[in-house]
Nanobody
Framework: QVQLVESGGGLVQAGGSLRLSCAAS????????MGWFRQAPGKQREFVAA???????YYADSVKGRFTISRDNAKNTVHLQMNSLKPEDTAVYYC???????????????????WGQGTQVTVSS
């Protein structure tokens, strides 16, 4: 059974930093995309960042230059370093993993077969 477990969310002041982690178990994703999405109250889930099967990284324009995604294939983990946080970054953040191999459509939620339970990030002004 595949599981994705996020950690690292919390409350931080604007301008601060948080590091989210996602640990995958049940299978390896070294040749699959892994990504982060978020959903704020009353809004649709949106793409934040992804690391493709080849190691290429992708970011939403709203987080480019502030967030960094990284992965450790040996540990089957993916991280999201979030700096210069803004109140509009407040959301539940979800880790996602693609069940297929070599997909490049990493910004689309439909690409991902496995999702974590989410971790709350709250940025106060």
């Amino acid at each position: 059974q595949v599981q994705l477990v996020e950690s690292g969310g919390g409350l931080v002041q604007a301008g601060g930093s948080l590091r989210l982690s996602c640990a995958a178990s049940g299978r390896t994703f070294r040749r699959s995309a892994m990504g982060w999405f978020r959903q704020a109250p009353g809004k649709q889930r949106e793409f934040v960042a992804a690391n493709s099967w080849s190691g290429t990284t992708y970011y939403a324009d709203s987080v480019k230059g502030r967030f960094t995604i990284s992965r450790d294939n040996a540990k089957n983990t993916v991280h999201l370093q979030m700096n210069s946080l803004k109140p509009e970054d407040t959301a539940v953040y979800y880790c996602a993993a693609d069940g297929s191999l070599y997909s490049d459509a990493v910004a689309a939620a439909r690409t991902y077969d496995y999702w974590g339970q989410g971790t709350q990030v709250t940025v106060s002004s």
